[in-house]
């Protein structure tokens, strides 16, 4: 049966509720104005909880990437020794734009679907801690991981005191909780068309007293992303380079829907969308891709079963207007990704499993029928009545 | 008398029309799927022709300073030669990310309120013509200038016949006429938020056959900006870090209106808008800022008068919701600027005037009740009937 309107089950873009479609096509206001000004403010006064800081939020016109690159440029300068802690596709990407600067990169690399051990960051800082930078993954979106970044952290901390530790939080900011001034990272970005139930094209960079002063001497080449020229505007309510006022207008109302949602309900729902996710794709006969003791509570990765082809699949899911997202890189066609992140909501993530069902059926994989969202209410039920959200804050984040 | 919604008459975000406001309220796509292709080929393919080029042009999430730094860190070396030409605040900014990516910039700095004469540019090539690049300004947003490009241009060619021509045109294309082929310029650059009637977020880079070949060997770092990694998707009509989708959206609603109204009656229709306001506000008694002969189709910058306080004269036009744009840098409190861009029409700019009226004599700077209007009606029905659209192709570009 075919939905009217798409299910878009990608890991962003996300699906904007009404209220923040309609403030996109608000008209438009000088950006240089007071109305500007105390958007401006609502926003990144609002971003700063979920970000868990009292660092000033710097609102970039640009996708994830390029708040990844603001991150590095502000930092460091060409020659420095960085460590890059990466587990997939975006943890790669990062590594990348710290080399195109000059900065002497060494890689943790982790196999795709695993978190970065504590134990393993011990071990290699054990061998050698002359970093001037730690990059790190919250969550990555590649593979369906959320990585221990508390205990990170305190690894880094412990053994690299000096190191700055520069996190990619794009995709699990706003779904999860987190805490920068309390994991005392320096710089932590997200990205608008993530969890923040927002138009893509807006990203955030949380900068740390610490990484501040590191940006004065930091040489790596900069102008559009430097944060210095941003940091004297923030009072005001203002941006140096035309912001993309219509997302600000989008993120302003979904902002305002996530207030009256309230933190710890926004946290309970992803955790009982991701648990859903899971247990129905798992009583579908899915294997899931990812170390679930690491599950993300936004994303979730499925390998491609032996012997069925991801492309007919997928037609048939499309044919029933059911988005999801391939695999990235070395997993194209070996795994499948469903997003549930921002506006997600638990029938959804079951019309989701029930359309998944149909198209098996319909690829010749019979399965017993209604049992993925039996399980899948099953799970969410669970989740929400034993209260969890996943804290983050231990090793343990969502356990399935 | 006050209207119920704004006169946004600044030089960028520009007001937008119901049917492209609209369309900032879709749903979000998948931006890596078939119908996210469509739209970009739209766009990408309507952009060509104001561009006047065959090029292939990429979409970047950013303002359209981060294109400008697209503009010369994929063209160029740390410690290359460059020639900045500038007429302003925004020809001094492309400067200044030369510098900043280190390279060895002599700036040809002209009189803000006067254009770049060839004749300079030809004494500047004749004394040193060892340049990699000379960058230059199409139309000067701070004071209200529009250089005479293909005139620049092929003193450059005949001089410099190796040194790439970088060009702003971030606040001219789509306004007036332009012929980057034809005038053989290498990389050319806009913003949706200026004459293309969308929201801020997208800019875009035309990329001529011997700049993408100059991107080979150009070793300024980039990551965010690199056109190279654009390049690839552009038959598929993908980018490589997501896109500002609704501002794409926008755009293409934009670009259906744009070519429903037909390119020439465009031009005609700032060419009359830009006479209406310069005569308007002349026969109100002020000053205008800018050489006439170079006057800009899309943005006028006048003088305050002697004895006037802009702030005083502005919180009167803000009590009547006409909101004008300050001067920038040095001209702050000397000059304001009024945008005729995008979807202006005359009878805004008639409003404009009369509103400028009511407030000179409320601040106590009586006028004879309705010259200017009179004066912009008359100015705007000459430039139509004379059927000039400035060519853009003289030096002569749109003489009141």
Redesign the interface.
Known sequence: MQRF??N?R?P?????PSAV?????????????PEFGALFGRIESRLKGYFGTQNDIILL??????AL?AAIVNTLSPSDRVLAVTIGAFGDRFA??AT???AEVTKLAVDWGQAAEPALLREALGRDHGYQAILLTHNETSTGVTNPIPELAAVAHELAPDALLLVDGISGLGAVPFAQDAWDLDVVVS?S?KSWMA????SFVSVSERAWTAAETAR???????LAQHRPGIAAGST????????LF?LDAALELMEQEGAEAIFARHAACAAATRAGLTALGFELFADQRYASNTVTAVKVPEGLDWKGLNAELKKRRL?L?GGQGKLQGLIFRVGHLGSVTLDEILGAVGVIEEALVAVGRPVSPGVGVAAAQRAALDVLAAGSSGTGSSGEVARA
Request: hydrophobic share 40%; no cysteine; glycine share 14%.
């Open positions: 309107e798409p878009l990608i962003g873009p996300t699906a904007l479609r309609e403030a996109g096509a608000r008209q438009m206001i000088n950006h240089r104005g016109t640009a996708a994830g990437t390029g690159e990348k734009i195109a600067y000059g990205g068309q138009a893509p094209g807006m790596m080449p900069r102008f559009y992303f430097d140096p380079w035309t912001p993309a006022v219509a997302v989008q988005v997202a």
